[in-house]
């Protein structure tokens, strides 16, 4: 199978997206589960300007998803696939 520049071009920017510490730190979060921004800040040590500027990022790389819940959002990792990439690269770095 021949890669399209497309799928070249998108792979490359997923790769750029989840090549930054403070992303896989975020990313690695989410693996717990749904969590909100305090939350998040909390567990990552980051202040929340930070951390909702790498959620957007995420967002728009279609790594995370949000659910409102009341006057809260939630976030979590967008679906199965972003798991599998994460615990793939961490196989492949522990072995």
Known sequence: ???SSNQINNMSNLFKVISDPTRITI?????????????????VGLTQSAVSHQLRTLKQANLVDFEKRGKEVFYRLADHHVYTIFNQALDHISE
Not at 27 to 43: C, F, H
């Open 1 to 3: 199978m021949k890669l």
């Open 27 to 43: 990313l690695y979060t989410l693996k717990e589960g749904p969590l909100n921004v305090n939350q998040i800040v909390d567990k």
